[in-house]
């Protein structure tokens, strides 16, 4: 029946063998379902042969989950339709889509309140008539990347800057329908079903019980993206969160909005020397309201930014960074008052002061035009990295940039950017950091410039990893573990409660074909 | 050096929502900005304060929330602003706009160069500037892309015509209306915006301008809009089969079709 859908993996498909991670995979088989019946029937269908599955979205992803190992590619791009409305008692709105949906093209719609509503029953129009009298909204998780899809998003647990207000995607998804591997679908909403302890008990809408004990460790105090989410009287909508495509494949997301903030502001602001940039993170941490985003930029980063500036058209119009700044720390204000941001500039303007920086060195963004720049400047800084690794690769093709995406406790922030400098210059490597610095969660990007650099670099990375678990944060903040970070997962876990996550992958995916290699090797049971 | 520049407050362009139920662009405050390509002429006036020393000032016409765009000017480097507003004022086409304006420039005085930018970016007119530079009997060089060589008395800049470029050397006052390529404009620092929000910002009326009233507004206004719209935009793809011959004659009739 699935022959029209199903197709063989040849020539013209070799682009979905592959993910932003720039891991190659192999499989024999792909299909671009576009609705739940007839993702039911491909996977019923390789249940029957026992064949993997890998699910995949706009492979955006830098853990390489969407990459295949073998068997079949489950594309769920062509699922991207926007299914309806509502709005609760407290006037909160969501909104059900299909997992392919595109973020920025959802942001867009949300924007410009442009939906298609010709297919939403009339509860849902009604209610998007209120919307788009109500004052703006905004859906918050907001990945650098905004052309990664919600499903993959909800299959990471995804962030970006401005977590550190808003907290991750998890915080936004009401209810999740999965199609299981049997072809069975479950439906899991927030606030309907909650484990009783450490034991979770599922129904599926097909009336099956499953029932399972959850992983007993507990999850590091910081932002974390690193296997099952797990605790005790946990929601059953949070194990599917973040889960890489292990337990199920998403077919429909409910995702809750935000009123958006009257005052959006900008702030990058400059420091000549890099311990004085870590004190002010630190105090605005500690003392300032209205903060959305904490950014930081290297030196490193800003020197391979300008020199790409030199070569590329594309990043022309870039502003000039003065040549003695040795980092960038970018806030973002969200308030409801213009005086409010005021009296949070000046508030800014004076922890600079006085933490050895200067408030004449920064550029301030008040409207949608100088924002835009801001966030140019921000994303065009791994942009000018990926172009330079890309330049490497093509001499060298094993040669890959080691990103990572580790979040430690608050009190160890200095502790752990010391460690990551002092390791780099020792091992004289080249490298550029950059990344969420609010949440003690920096991407410090190793640049290999020959295969001797890359497997220091890996070495680098495990260290890293072990030096993190101990300080109690986590391998993965936001990209998720996918198939590069699950040796850092174990490092994290161990292979006991690595050998509890798979106890439950077995009991919602009994033949282990959904998503192999993603957070754990099934194989490699400790027994 | 005094410079003047002239800067209007427009929507920004990023973001224009419609109105589901009158199809009109809702406008509120938190969207008005410097027109775009004015905010190079202001970078351009300060570039030039910064080497040869001056002051810079903002002009603009406009409801009184445009003070706002005025400080932003500040913000980034001008010293002073001037808000020309007057009920009276409203309904200005670019004859009446130029007119005021120049009551503007004559009441700062003793003005050796006006800034502007070559458009607005919600009436794509580009007259003002000439029209401006003719009320005040002064030269104007429109499309700068850049400022060779500035002294108190003379300037030498690039224009860009419709067949190349061009160098103009000219003495002072001139008005002059850049492009893009200019420069690119800087971003305040948190300084600035403080230090912007008691800076002096001078609001003139159409009596205190000693305004001819038969020249502002809609009655100076030879130009009358009849009907504003959003012009109807389709997307359409069609795919075109056949021969080379068929091909050829069914683009033409497409094309034929849309003008």
């Known amino acids: 029946m699935n022959n029209n859908i199903i197709h063989c993996m040849k020539e013209d498909y070799i682009e979905y063998l592959r993910d932003e991670s720039r891991t190659i995979g192999r499989a024999e088989s792909i299909s671009f379902p576009k609705n739940e019946e007839e993702i039911i029937g491909i996977v019923k269908d390789m249940y029957s042969k026992e064949i993997p599955i890998t699910i995949q979205g706009a492979r955006t992803g830098l853990a390489a989950g969407a990459v295949p190992r073998k068997g ?16 609760d008692s407290e006037d909160n709105y969501y909104v059900t889509l299909q997992p392919g949906t595109i973020l920025s093209q959802f942001k867009e719609k949300i924007k410009l309140r442009k939906f298609d509503t010709t297919k939403w029953d009339f509860k849902s129009k009604r209610v998007f008539n209120d919307f788009c009298k109500k004052e703006e909204m905004f859906f918050s998780p907001d990945p ?9 998003m ?72 690193s296997g099952y989410f797990v605790e005790d009287n946990m929601d059953a909508v949070d194990l599917f969160i973040g889960a890489d495509g292990t337990l199920g494949i998403i077919t429909e997301i409910e995702v809750r909005l935000l009123k958006l903030p ?21 105090e605005i941490r500690s003392n300032q309201k209205d903060i959305a985003s904490i950014e930081f930029f290297d030196k490193n980063a800003l020197d391979i930014l300008k020199k790409q500036k030199e070569i590329n058209p594309g990043f022309e119009r870039l502003p000039d960074v003065d040549e003695k700044m040795k980092s960038v720390i970018y806030l973002e204000i969200h308030t409801e008052e213009e005086k409010e941001a005021l009296i949070d500039l000046k508030k800014i303007a004076k922890i600079m002061n006085d933490s050895q920086g200067s408030s004449k060195n920064t550029w301030v963004a008040k409207n949608d035009v100088g924002l835009n720049r801001l966030i140019f400047f921000r994303h065009a800084v791994p942009e000018s990295v990926n172009m330079l690794i890309d330049e490497r690769k093509k001499e060298n093709s094993k040669i890959t940039k080691l990103g990572t995406d580790m979040s430690v406790p608050d009190e160890h922030l200095e502790k752990v950017i010391k460690m990551y400098k002092k390791d780099i210059i020792k091992e004289k490597l080249e490298s550029a950091t950059w990344g969420h610095i609010g949440d003690n969660h920096l991407h410090v990007n190793i640049l290999p410039r020959d295969n001797k650099d890359y497997d220091k670099g890996l070495n680098l990375y495990e260290k890293w990893a072990k030096k993190v678990t101990e300080l109690g944060g986590a391998v993965s903040a936001e990209h998720g573990v996918g198939k590069l970070k699950s040796k850092y997962l174990k490092v994290m876990y161990g292979q006991n409660h690595i050998d509890e996550m798979i106890d439950i992958k077995s009991k919602l995916d009994p033949k282990l074909l959904l998503s192999p290699g993603n957070l754990f090797e099934v194989g490699k049971r400790s027994e | 050096m005094k410079i003047v520049v002239c800067v209007k407050q427009v929507p920004s362009t990023n973001e224009v929502r419609l109105d589901p139920e009158t199809n009109t662009i809702i406008r509120d405050g938190k969207q008005s900005v410097i027109n775009p390509f004015d905010t190079y002429a202001l970078e351009e006036a300060i570039r030039i304060k910064e080497k040869i020393q001056g002051e810079v000032i903002a002009l603009s016409m406009g409801i009184p929330a445009a003070e706002k765009i005025l400080r932003d000017a500040v913000s980034v480097g001008a010293d002073s602003g001037m808000l020309l507003s007057d009920r009276s004022f409203a309904g200005a086409d670019t004859l009446a706009t130029a007119y005021t304006l120049s009551l503007g420039v004559k009441k700062i005085s003793e003005v050796d160069l006006i800034l502007c930018g070559k458009m607005a970016v919600d009436g794509d007119t580009a007259q003002i500037g000439p029209e401006l530079a003719e009320n ?35 003495k002072t006052p001139v008005l002059l209306t850049v492009l893009k390529d200019i420069n690119m404009p800087r971003l ?18 159409a009596e205190s301008l000693g305004a001819n009233k038969s020249y502002i507004g809609l009655s100076g206004s030879p130009t009358q809009v009849v009907k504003t719209y959003i012009p109807e935009r389709k997307n359409e793809s069609i795919e075109i089969k056949g021969d080379s011959e068929t091909k050829s004659e069914k683009i033409n009739s497409v094309i034929k079709e849309v003008i």
């Not at chain 1, 299981?180 to 008990?201: I, P, Q, Y």
């Not at chain 1, 959006?264 to 940039?277: D, M, T």
Request: hydrophobic share 35%; net charge neutral; aromatic share 6%.
């Open chain 1, 72 to 87: 079949h590619v489950l594309n769920l791009s062509k699922l991207n339709n926007i299914l309806g409305m509502r709005v």
């Open chain 1, 262 to 282: 009257e005052i959006i502001w900008g702030v990058s602001c400059f420091f000549e020397n890099e311990s004085a940039a870590i004190k002010f993170v630190e």
């Open chain 2, 188 to 205: 305040p620092s948190i300084d600035g915006v403080i230090n912007s929000l008691d800076a002096p910002v001078a609001v003139e009326n």
């Open chain 1, 154 to 225: 909800v299959s990471c647990n995804a962030s970006g800057a401005r977590s550190y207000m808003y907290g991750p995607t998890r915080k936004y998804i009401e209810k999740l329908k999965l199609v299981l591997s049997n072809g069975d679908t479950l439906t899991v909403e927030r606030g309907k079903n909650f484990a009783n302890g450490r034991k979770l008990e599922l129904k599926t809408d097909e009336g099956m019980n499953i029932e399972f004990k959850l992983p007993k460790y507990f999850m590091p105090n910081s932002k974390n993206a």
């Open chain 1, 144 to 152: 650098t990347e905004t052309s990664a899809t919600i499903g993959g």
């Open chain 2, 136 to 170: 005040l009997k002064i030269p104007h060089i429109t499309n700068v892309s850049e400022i060779i060589e500035i002294n108190d008395s003379e300037i030498i800049c690039r224009t860009i015509t419709e067949t190349g470029k061009r160098l103009v050397k000219t």
